[in-house]
Nanobody, 120 residues
Framework: QVQLVESGGGLVQPGGSLRLSCAAS????????MSWYREAPGKERELVAT???????MYTDSVKGRFTISSDNAKNTVYLQMNSLKPEDTAVYYC??????????????WGQGTQVTVSS
């Protein structure tokens, strides 16, 4: 009922930058939080950053000072600006959006994932 479309991944050299986008569509009454997760080969999926409905943000320690999460509420879109990328940032990045579709029925939707590869 709520679809997410991600874009912006790719191959970048160490120290470079990428910007990920995730657009949500569907009959949403309210978005409570928009997040980015990542999953590297052989590792569990981890939360990278979250932005709440009040624009409060949270980052995992390894990306603080390098990544910035933001949102455009009018477009139901969340962004992840990634600067000073390191090889250890290589992973598939997933967008996650949680909220309410109608009355008190909640939703928890995931994007299809976008590959980010940091390599020289």
């Amino acid at each position: 009922q709520v679809q997410l479309v991600e874009s912006g991944g790719g191959l970048v050299q160490p120290g470079g930058s990428l910007r990920l986008s995730c657009a949500a569509s569907g009959r949403m009454r309210r978005i409570n939080a928009m997040s980015w997760y990542r999953e590297a080969p052989g590792k569990e999926r981890e939360l990278v950053a979250t932005i709440g409905s009040g624009s409060n943000t949270m980052y995992t320690d390894s990306v603080k000072g390098r990544f910035t999460i933001s949102s455009d509420n009018a477009k139901n879109t969340v962004y992840l600006q990634m600067n000073s990328l390191k090889p250890e940032d290589t992973a598939v990045y997933y967008c996650n959006v949680r909220g309410v579709i109608i009355f008190s029925t909640s939703f928890d939707s995931w994007g299809q994932g976008t590959q980010v590869t940091v390599s020289s």
